[in-house]
């Protein structure tokens, strides 16, 4: 059995209190991080998932246990070695007053430079390399000041990379992004885990991207960690489970949150395509209940000769609509 790039023994995370007894989040966890895949870290606020990532990356230390990186103890090595072992993205976008994008991912290099921090051949070549491997080549020499949230992103990331780490821990980087780049960057580690074979574990609120694109979900709630592939937690319940709320249940068919089932009248939508799929989503949004049997009002998805047209039939009255909206107001109309 291969060594892990991280691993923990029968490690407990909190806070040390003299007079009033440790503040214990975690306990006895047993974790495993294999070289080459990315782990998704997930679980309600407050769960200790920032605790648990300081205390892998050596920024706080066990209360009982052992971190290892590549099967070391992590407390028994020095700064330096530690430096070339595990590199660190955290929440807060960089300050880097007039740096450039190069000289930010520079500093991943000083853990390999000498005490003047000066850049070698290698080492010019090793920062090239992760800003491409980014697609940031052309940040490097833009201020860092003028580029956006997710371009900052890329550079953290690059300055992971360049750090040459087999190991990278990554703390929301997500948190500040629009959607669409929210989709790039962790398909962006999905990439960089399976290319480089670095072990990468990021922390997210995004259970979207991490079910799309981790290949392993490590899922902390009080008292227990649960972890598995995305699939085999989804149907397991642990997805469920972790997450449950008053009125909020996930939908193990879509892979999403949504509204208990709302108590208005059912309505049967027929067909399965992409069309009828954000039908059904409208009328949830609306307190309709779907029943795919019956109900008091149908519909269905046809053609004329302008294009698709929805079909609403109730109590055998039959009436067309051209949109989503149109079909919402006739059923409106009709007080159902």
Known sequence: MSVPALQTRDLSIGYPRRRQGDICLARALNLRLEPGSLAGLLGPNGVGKSTLLRTLAGMQAPLTGQVLLDGADARRMRHGDLAKALSLVLTNSPQPGLMTGFELVALGRLPHSDWLGRLSERDRKTIHWALGAVNAEALGGQLVTELSDGQRQKLMIARALAQETAIMLLDEPTAFLDLPRRVEVMRLLKR?????????????????????????????????????????????????????????????????????????????????????????????????????????????????????????????????????????????????
């Open 192 to 336: 960089l885990a399976h290319q480089t074979g670095r072990g990468i574990l990021v922390s997210t609120h995004d259970l979207d991207q991490a079910l799309r694109n981790c290949d392993q979900l490590w899922l902390m709630r009080e008292g227990a960690m649960l972890v598995g592939a995305p699939e085999d937690l989804v149907l397991d319940g642990g997805i469920t489970e972790t997450f449950h709320s008053d009125g909020i249940r996930f939908d193990e068919d879509s892979g999403a949150f949504a509204a208990e089932s709302p108590a208005g009248a059912a309505i049967c939508v027929k067909g399965r395509g992409t069309r009828e799929t954000w039908m059904r989503r409208a009328l949830a949004r609306k307190g309709y209940r779907l029943d795919p049997a019956a109900g008091v009002a149908g519909i269905s998805l046809g053609q004329n000769g302008q294009g698709p047209e929805w079909h609403l039939a109730i109590g055998g009255r039959l009436s067309r609509h051209h949109s989503v909206a149109a079909v919402l107001e006739a059923l409106k109309d009709a007080e159902i």
